[in-house]
């Protein structure tokens, strides 16, 4: 320690002071002048001072050591000092590395769970019903039972008959009651007629006629049912029905062209 090396520095030099003060004090020459009495006066003052000197000496010595005590501990203050703000800076680095890992993992949960609620929202949202027209009338339907009825529109228009035909009587099975009930029953004829499945074609558009017969659609599935008898060879039947649409629905276009189609199995 520095004290230690202090200190024993400063005892090895009060010790040779002393030394050479009574090596002084008894050297021959130097009292030979003297009387026996006063030699021994200088003796003992020399003594005197000797020892007053390594009182002070010692005194120093304290002051000294106290001094670099308190040099140490300020040193070890100082050094405990810095061993802790190194501590609390590693601390404060980890503690940053911490928040920012958790701020990604927030960041993160956040995009999952806006992704989770969008995509939750639009699943319930293809659950809600729709408002919609309908054949001239305002209808509530569901977003599938529209999807499925716009589906088999769409291959009846592309001219794929028989995948009309079976996505049309999916769609009436699975939605018997449906706004798009008679018009997916009338497609369902028309598709069955192009098919030449003329029987099915009556039996769809009769459908329309007993089931719906306020539906706007029942001239024309009479005009269906018509054209079916006509390829089964059954005019009659075909007469009966252009007669009715004349009869039941005089101001319509199917009712002209009803009135055409008499004259021409008039003809026959």
């Given at each position: 320690m520095i004290a230690d090396r202090y200190r024993a520095v400063a005892t090895t030099t009060t010790r040779l002071g002393a030394a050479l003060l009574v090596c002084g004090a008894l050297s021959a020459p130097a009292y030979a002048l003297f009387g026996d009495d006063e030699a021994r006066k200088a003796i003992l003052d020399l003594r005197a001072k000797v020892a007053e000197m390594e009182n002070r000496l010692r005194e120093k010595d304290v002051e000294l050591a106290a001094r670099l005590e308190r040099l140490e501990a300020a040193n070890r203050a100082q050094l405990e000092f810095a061993n802790t703000v190194d501590a609390q800076r590693r601390e404060i680095a980890t503690l940053r590395g911490q928040v920012e890992t958790l701020t990604n993992e927030i960041t993160t949960l956040q995009k999952r769970n806006r992704d989770l609620y969008g995509d939750l929202d639009s699943r319930l949202k293809s659950f809600e019903p729709v408002a919609t027209t309908v054949d001239g009338k305002p209808a509530t339907v569901d977003r599938a039972e529209q999807a499925a009825y716009d589906a088999a529109l769409?291959?009846?228009?592309?001219?794929?008959?028989?995948?009309?035909?079976?996505s049309l009587q999916t769609f009436l099975a699975r939605w018997p009651k449906s706004a798009y009930a008679p018009a997916a029953s009338y497609w369902l004829g028309n598709s069955l007629y192009s098919l030449k499945d003329y029987r099915g074609a009556v039996a769809a558009q009769q459908a329309v006629v007993d089931r719906y017969p306020d539906s706007?659609?029942?001239?024309?599935?009479?005009?269906?049912?018509?054209?079916?008898?006509?390829?089964?060879?059954?005019?009659?039947?075909?007469?009966?029905?252009?007669?009715k649409i004349i009869a039941e629905h005089p101001d319509t276009e199917?009712?002209?062209?009803?009135g055409e189609r008499l004259k021409v199995l008039g003809r026959k």
């Open positions: 769409e291959q009846f228009r592309g001219g794929d008959y028989r995948s009309a035909a079976g706007p659609r029942v001239p024309d599935a009479l005009l269906n049912i018509a054209a079916s008898q006509i390829e089964l060879k059954d005019t009659a039947r075909a007469r009966t029905a252009l007669q199917a009712a002209k062209v009803a």
